[in-house]
C-alpha cells in the first residue's frame, strides 16, 4: 500500500558517519511504524531500528549506541543516523513499513512493506 524510496548510502570509512533516508508516499505515513533491516552478503536479513507514529523507537543490541532513528511526519520520511560505523555494518540496508503496530513489533511482523534498499559500505 505505502510505496517506500531509500537513499543516502555510500562508502564510508571505519568510524564515520551516515544518514539514510526513506521517503514514503501516500497520506497516512503518520499511521505507519517505520523501521530499517539489514542485510550482509551470506546472512539473513536482519532487524536494525524501528519507530512508532508517536515516536517510541526500538534499536537491535548491534547498533545500540551508534544509530539513532527518527521521522518527520510532515516530510513522509524515516532518517537513520549511523555513527561509529563499523565493517560489520555493510549491507543493504531496506526501509520497512508496517501500519498500527509497535516498534518493537516491527522487527518480527511479516506484514511489512520494503523499500528497493540502499548500500552501506564500510571498508575493513
Known amino acids: 500500500q505505502v510505496q517506500l524510496v531509500e537513499s543516502g548510502g555510500g562508502l564510508v570509512q571505519a568510524g564515520g558517519s551516515l544518514r539514510l533516508s526513506c521517503a514514503a508516499s501516500?497520506?497516512?505515513?503518520?499511521?505507519?511504524?517505520m523501521g530499517w533491516f539489514r542485510q550482509a552478503p551470506g546472512k539473513e536479513r536482519e532487524f536494525v531500528a524501528a519507530?512508532?507514529?508517536?515516536?517510541?523507537?526500538y534499536l537491535a543490541d548491534s547498533v545500540k549506541g551508534r544509530f539513532t532513528i527518527s521521522r518527520d511526519n510532515a516530510k513522509n520520511t524515516v532518517y537513520l543516523q549511523m555513527n561509529t560505523l563499523k565493517p560489520e555494518d555493510t549491507a543493504v540496508y531496506y526501509c520497512?513499513?508496517?501500519?498500527?503496530?509497535?516498534?518493537?513489533?516491527?522487527?518480527?511482523?511479516?506484514?511489512?512493506?520494503w523499500g528497493q534498499g540502499t548500500q552501506v559500505t564500510v571498508p575493513s
Open positions: 520497512a513499513a508496517a501500519k498500527y503496530t509497535t516498534a518493537q513489533a516491527l522487527a518480527v511482523t511479516s506484514n511489512k512493506s
Open positions: 519507530i512508532s507514529g508517536g515516536g517510541s523507537t
Open positions: 501516500g497520506r497516512t505515513f503518520g499511521s505507519y511504524t
